[in-house]
């Protein structure tokens, strides 16, 4: 089917977007033999309610995947209609067009309509065409089908239902409209709509047309009634079609699990209304009104919903009780319940995967059990805590609880990841127990790292040296959680409880085995029994430990002796660090500070926020640059050394004691930190290469009339503009830290391309009459490696060319268009350009230097109309024509290969044509391919049902598809 013109543009929306939108009762889709063969069964599965097929025609025979897809329709109950292409131009035609329906529909009888499809845009250029012709033709078909006792319509997009197919003649015919938009905007009756073409349906290969029904009558669905109608919200598939009336919503045997449920009431006979409440994974009971009254569950966190309870209010509570049952993971159907009781299960991880409900008038009988796989409605599981030691040189233990030893005593092993699971219904607001564990090498990971269930490494060889467990939430008011470690060269070691510290941190001791405990408030602390020290916790002095706050991340654990915070090859930047001295071998107040350089703010100074903390949070600003330093009788005796991952750079070189380390000026967040405190006079990091990087300046001078400029600096314009004065010499020079200069080269009328200067060497000729027409400049050594050079030039009777970089070339050669004024940026590495990049060098002959006859031809390409679309060839013929040429009459192929002969731009000339054979953008362009005009400048035009004026780059690239293009003389006669 054709796509409405005028929705193209628009997204189209797939089985995983919103539910259905107002008035809509079905989802369904239309297929042909595009799409193959169609799994049906999956299909019906995925929640389709319907299908329209395409009978044909296909090269004037049927579509050869009717036959198979009516059969499976057929076979699985699903309703269907078809729809018939039309190539008609008469009555007659209309004729033949109901014969070959009628004759390929065979002893097929779909439900829904068959459809006329209304939309080729041939017969609108028939000198005969009319809409009363269009609309006998139309009603010429749907009679016939009707007369043989088919439900008939007209399918059409929206275009065409408005301005070709809007005779009252046609209202009594159904609609099925194309708009592929997020809303219909056809006025009139219909009951299709097709509001897609990008469908993504299990069982369809490849993309296929969605539609939505809104004629309940098609698909024997009484609306006047009261219904209980819901729909879920299904994983891996989204919103699935409404259900009503005990239908089933969600799916089975498929394990996806249902992770939203919407419940309404339609025509309701009392005042009144229905109500979910659902418990989700990781959340719990999200009560009555949550994320509303007639909602339950969550979209787009991939988050189960486990068990529902479902209510009705006012009068309808009185008359009426509402029954429902779930189909859960590992259950299948369980019993009903009803009026706000529970259905489902909490605490076993098993997902709801489909729904009943049904309305029952009060006295009448219950739902039936049949297909129930156990005969409660409910199940609950009991509070558990449960932990496991993953332990070297052994892997994941088996989960233990109540006091249990999970890890190993006597063996020299250390533990390296500890899991907590809490697993209880009696809480519903999100309590939970965490973990944070100080790990070698690491130190304290932070509640919430790896996640706050779990603390520790696997695969790092990293031992847990001490652990704080706490609990969360209500769970927190009724229960304390006491916790000890057996640590290495010490053994058991007391009881610590709700966040206090186990184990020892600073000592290289690890823990080796861990028991846990939840005890209720006021009952008896464990036993000390075992126990080999009367301390829960031992910690060693001086320790420079930090922490940063990455962006969509947060703030992650502390780290120290040298380890990375923040991330790395994720691109995520850095903004905010926070630095902690731990040490009692200082009383003087010795300290470590920090001064960070902000995106927009730039150096904060040595006190903001703090002397221990750089940066900010929630404002979305990178840091981009960090000094440390220390202070009091620490400095006398230590070195800070520390070092930075910038985006864009990677780990630039150790700083220390105050230096600069990331870039300023550059917009390269850093990512990452490393921080070491060095004894001084012991092994330090190496210090050689580049901690700090900022934008080098870049000034340059232009020689105007034998006289030199004065230099300008960054994007400062050297030279004149709009004076018609060429330049004739150029020099830069940079200035940085970073080794290397800056090299440049002209191209100089009546001598060609010079021998390169550099780092603020004059380069000109000593003739003035020799000025410049192109120029390349480049960076050398470090420069190069860190910075991009870019630069572009002012040309006389063109203006402004593309910005290039980096040694290409600015300007024109042979040609005679001279340089008159230039600009100069210095970018970090990979930086965008300092505005559009196009045609910094003219590729072609320029406008200025075009004899009569051919700006004769320029001016008519900007006269003469568009003769139609698909007629660029007859609208170049009608340029030349006008201007004294025969006119050729043939097509762009032909220009390709009669009149295009070069490819090397110093051939192109103005008033050339430029051709293709062939492209792959539309149907006729594969045919026929695409000629366009050369108007100078880089420029060309051409037709496309409108006259356009394009960049030649952009036509070159676009049109290039499937032949190079190719440029030459129309009729081989020559204008210069």
Known sequence: MLIDSDNGDIDAQSLTDDPLPNGAIARGIDVSNYQGIVDWDMVKAAGIDFAILRVGPVYGKPDDSFERNAAECERLSIPYGVYYYSYARSVADANKEADRTLAWLGGHHPSLPVYYDLEDNYILQ???????????????????????????????NLNWLNNYLDSPSLSGYDHWVAQYNWRCDYAGSYSFWQYSSSGNVPGVNGRCDMNYCFNGSLLNVDDSKMHIQYEAHVSNIGWMSNKRDGSTAGTTGQSKSVEDLKVSILNPVEDGSVQINANVSGIGWQGWDTPSASEGGTTGQ?????????????????DYDVYYRVHASNIGWMAWAKDGGEAGTTGFGRSVEAVQVRLVKKGDAAPSSDGANVDYAFKKKPMSLTYRAHVSNVGWQGAVSDGATAGTTG?????EDLKLSLDSSDYSDGSS?????????????????????EGGTTGQGRAVEAVRLRLTGSLAKDYDVYYRVHASNIGWMAWAKDGGEAGTTGFGRSVEAVQVRLVKKGDAAPSSDGANVDYAFKKKPMSLTYRAHVSNVGWQGAVSDGATAGTTGRGLALEDLKLSLDSSDYSDGSSVQIDAHVSGIGWQGWDTPSASEGGTTGQGRAVEAVRLRLTGSLAKDYDVYYRVHASNIGWMAWAKDGGEAGTTGMSCSLEAVQIKLIKKGASHPDTSGYSHLEIPTVTYSSQVKGAWQNSVPAGEVSGTTGQGIPITGFSAKTTSSVAGGINYQLHLSNVGWTSGKSNGVQLSSTAESNSVEAIKISLSGDLATYFDVWYRVHVDNVGWLGWTKNGSVAGSTGYGAHVQAIQVRLTRKGANAPGSTVSPCLLGQPTAFANPMQKKIVDLARQVPSPGPGLCSEWIADIYERAGFRNVHTDACDYYWDYCKYTDYSHLKVGMVIAVPSHTHTRMGSIYGHVCLYIGNNQVMDNVGRIRTLDMAYWLDYYSTSYKPKWGWYDNVPLA
């Open 302 to 318: 991939g988050r189960a919903v486990e068990a529902v309870r479902l209510r009705l209010t006012g009068s309808l509570a009185k």
């Open 433 to 453: 127990v965490q973990i944070d564990a100080h790990v070698s090498g690491i130190g304290w990971q932070g509640w919430d790292t790896p996640s706050a269930s």
């Open 411 to 415: 063996r020299g092993l250390a533990l």
């Open 126 to 156: 028939d000198p005969n065409f009319s809409k009363d012709k269009l609309a006998q033709i139309a009603q010429t078909f749907c009679n016939r089908m009707e007369a043989v006792g088919f439900k008939s319509g007209i399918y059409a």
